[in-house]
Every structure is written in structure tokens, then in C-alpha cells.
């Protein structure tokens, strides 16, 4: 296809990423996603027709060899997408220095790394579009979420940061905030029938996100359409961190 574009995805293997990829793959995109567990990833790039490469963002720091590869495999690069994270909810004189580390490491270390190595390559190719995943816990105050919410309000620190920094290179860098979306990362909370029922009774539209939905807001970021957004924290959360309805 004529407007087919190459995108880079960490965490591609996850519950949002999978939906993105198919998404991404039936406009006719071409795909490099990594991932931690080969099964799952194998089985991501087979759905969506994507190359992978095993890769843990959050140990891995140098984000450049999972570029380099995507550009050796498809020639140029459009976009990168960072998906990489984790859930750990406790409050902080719970949270141990291993379990900040771990939170930090996995949201915002990782965001950090895509960044800046899809920044190199997007310079010297004329542009293209970053986006980054932040949460509604870090625009509205979540009982038990310091570390996450910590961790995700430095993403939409970097996110405006960024944007600043490489809009003259034609790089836009924006990121979507969710709320609870049902993947296997948040499968401990989703499982559990009254956890659940809370859940959804927090965000105004009655119910939790589902992948495709922050995987359509990440797509459209990706897409030329979205051409004169930058630095935007896109809050895809059922109104959570904005809305307060009756009864809320």
C-alpha cells in the first residue's frame, strides 16, 4: 500500500498491544513489536503479521538495538509506541524500594528509553509520531496508586518535554492516559467479582475500558490525520479522571 508505515511497539505482546497491532496491520502497516514472553509474542506477531524481537524495556535501557532492527527489516520508521508497564497498587509506607524500582523501571524508565532512541531515528528520517501510555491515576488522586501514579505523571512530564524538544524535527510525542482496561496485567483486579463491580462503578460511563479502546486513540496518534497534535495527554478512562456523574 502506498501510505504503508513502519511502527515500532514495546510491549506489543500485552492486551493493548494486540489490539493495536491488528488494528494497525488491516490498515496495511507494516509492524517490529518486542515482548518479554517469546509464546505470547510469537503469537502477537502471528495474528497481526508483525516481526518481534524478545525485549524487556524495563531492564534494557538502550532502547537502539530493537530500532536498528526494525529499520533493517522495513527500511525506515514512522513511529514508536511504548506499552510497557505494570499495575501495583499499595499504598506508600507499604511499597518497598524494590517495588518502586520495579514500578519505575517498567512505566517510566521504559517510556524514557523508547523515547529517546525513536527520537535518533525519527530526526534523521524527517519525522514521525511517538506515543507514550500514561494513566488517569496520575491526573486524579486513586487511594493505594503513589508508586504508579508517581511513575506515570513523570511519562506525561517527558511527554510535554519531548514534544517541545523535537517539534522543529517534525516528531510529535503525545500519550494517552486510561483507566482500568481488561487485559492479563489487570486480570487480579478484573477477575474478582466485587473489585470489578467498584471498578467500574468509578468511572462515570459504567464500565471498564477494553483494549481496543485505547488501542483506537493510539492508532489515531500514529496516523498522519492527527498531524497538528502534540504534547496532548488524551485521557481514554470512561471520564475517571475528569467526570464526576450522580452517584459518583
Known amino acids: 500500500m502506498s501510505d504503508s508505515r513502519c511502527f515500532v511497539i514495546a510491549g506489543g505482546s500485552g492486551g493493548i498491544g494486540r489490539a493495536l497491532c491488528g488494528l494497525l496491520s488491516r490498515k496495511g502497516?507494516?509492524?517490529?513489536?518486542?515482548?518479554?514472553?517469546?509464546?505470547?509474542?510469537?503469537?502477537?506477531?502471528?495474528?497481526?503479521?508483525?516481526?518481534?524481537?524478545?525485549?524487556?524495556?524495563?531492564?534494557?535501557?538502550?532502547?537502539?538495538?530493537?530500532?536498528?532492527?526494525?529499520?533493517?527489516?522495513?527500511?525506515?520508521?514512522?513511529?514508536?509506541?511504548?506499552?510497557?508497564?505494570?499495575?501495583?497498587?499499595?499504598?506508600?509506607?507499604?511499597?518497598?524500594?524494590?517495588?518502586?524500582?520495579?514500578?519505575?523501571?517498567?512505566?517510566?524508565?521504559?517510556?524514557?528509553?523508547?523515547t529517546r532512541s525513536a527520537a535518533k531515528a525519527l530526526m534523521k528520517s524527517g519525522g514521525g509520531s511517538i506515543v507514550l501510555v500514561s494513566s488517569a491515576a496520575a491526573r486524579v488522586g486513586l487511594a493505594n496508586h503513589e508508586a504508579i501514579a508517581a511513575a506515570k505523571a513523570g511519562v506525561i512530564g517527558l511527554t510535554l518535554s519531548a514534544a517541545a524538544t523535537y517539534a522543529g524535527s517534525g516528531i510529535r510525542v503525545n500519550c494517552v492516559a486510561p483507566g482500568l482496561v481488561r487485559t492479563p496485567a489487570t486480570a487480579r483486579i478484573t477477575a474478582n467479582e466485587a473489585s470489578l463491580k467498584m471498578s467500574e462503578q468509578m468511572h462515570p460511563l459504567g464500565r471498564i475500558g477494553d483494549?481496543?479502546?485505547?488501542?483506537?486513540?493510539?492508532?489515531?496518534?500514529?496516523?498522519?490525520?492527527?498531524?497538528?497534535?502534540?504534547?496532548?495527554?488524551?485521557?481514554?478512562?470512561?471520564?475517571?479522571?475528569?467526570?464526576?456523574?450522580?452517584?459518583t
Open 29 to 114: 502497516h507494516r509492524l517490529f513489536i518486542t515482548g518479554r514472553d517469546a509464546e505470547r509474542l510469537q503469537a502477537a506477531c502471528e495474528e497481526s503479521g508483525a516481526e518481534g524481537m524478545i525485549w524487556d524495556v524495563a531492564q534494557e535501557r538502550d532502547f537502539s538495538p530493537v530500532i536498528e532492527a526494525a529499520l533493517e527489516r522495513c527500511g525506515r520508521l514512522d513511529g514508536a509506541v511504548n506499552l510497557c508497564g505494570s499495575v501495583l497498587l499499595k499504598p506508600a509506607h507499604m511499597t518497598s524500594d524494590s517495588d518502586l524500582d520495579a514500578v519505575l523501571a517498567a512505566n517510566l524508565l521504559s517510556a524514557f528509553s523508547v
Open 211 to 247: 483494549p481496543q479502546d485505547v488501542a483506537s486513540a493510539i492508532a489515531w496518534l500514529l496516523d498522519p490525520e492527527a498531524g497538528w497534535v502534540t504534547g496532548q495527554v488524551i485521557g481514554v478512562d470512561g471520564g475517571l479522571a475528569t467526570v464526576r456523574s450522580r452517584g
